[in-house]
């Protein structure tokens, strides 16, 4: 199972924490990934001076996420990684 951790503390909240959320879920149902990708929140990451929501996919690096740039990064850092089979593209 591949977890994306996207954190809810205060600052990230500020910067659109939730809105990340959403997206993910709505990626994740899209593709058919329930199975195998899950989000989670956390609280502080300890990225707060960064411009973005701070989140990590299982226990990769903390990154700075704009909600802009969700679909993106789900694309690069998730479906990219995800095993043959799982889903649908």
């Not at 802009?68 to 990219?80: N, W």
Request: glycine residues 10%; negative net charge.
């Amino acid at each position: 199972m591949t977890t994306i951790y996207v954190c809810i503390g205060s600052a990230c909240h500020l910067k659109g924490s939730y809105d990340v959320i959403n997206r993910l879920q709505a990626l994740i149902a899209k593709h058919e990934l329930g199975e195998s990708v899950e989000v989670r929140a956390k609280f502080c990451m300890g990225n707060c001076g960064q411009d973005g929501v701070s989140v990590s996919v299982d226990d990769g690096p903390v990154c700075s996420l704009l909600p802009a740039d969700t679909d993106a990064f789900f694309e690069e850092q998730v479906l990219k990684n995800c095993p043959a089979g799982a889903g649908k593209a």
